[in-house]
Nanobody, 115 residues
Framework: QVQFVESGGGLVQPGGSLRVSCVAS????????MAWYRQAPGTQRELVAD???????NYAASVKGRFTISRDNAKNTVYLQMNNLNLEDTAVYYC?????????WGWGTQVTVSS
């Protein structure tokens, strides 16, 4: 059974930092490219960053230089380090396979940037 469990979200002030984590199960994690997606209220889910099985990252233009995606294949875990957060980063963050995502999604983790 495919399962994604995201954690680490919270409330942070503009300019602050946060790290979110996702533990995956039921998939061949080591060989799958993984990604972080986010969805803000009233918008479609968008791709934030992805990382190949070998650890090569790609970023959306809106987060490049501020966010860092990484993975630990021994722990079936993918991380997203978010620095210099701004109000537009407020969203629910999800992880899933990259290009295309699997049908199963986790509950996500809420990130709220507010002063």
């Amino acid at each position: 059974q495919v399962q994604f469990v995201e954690s680490g979200g919270g409330l942070v002030q503009p300019g602050g930092s946060l790290r979110v984590s996702c533990v995956a199960s039921g998939i061949p994690f080591r060989v799958y490219p993984m990604a972080w997606y986010r969805q803000a209220p009233g918008t479609q889910r968008e791709l934030v960053a992805d990382i190949s099985g070998g650890g090569y990252p790609n970023y959306a233009a809106s987060v490049k230089g501020r966010f860092t995606i990484s993975r630990d294949n021994a722990k079936n875990t993918v991380y997203l380090q978010m620095n210099n957060l701004n109000l537009e980063d407020t969203a629910v963050y999800y992880c899933n396979r990259a290009g295309p995502p699997l049908r199963s999604w986790g509950w996500g983790t809420q990130v709220t940037v507010s002063s």
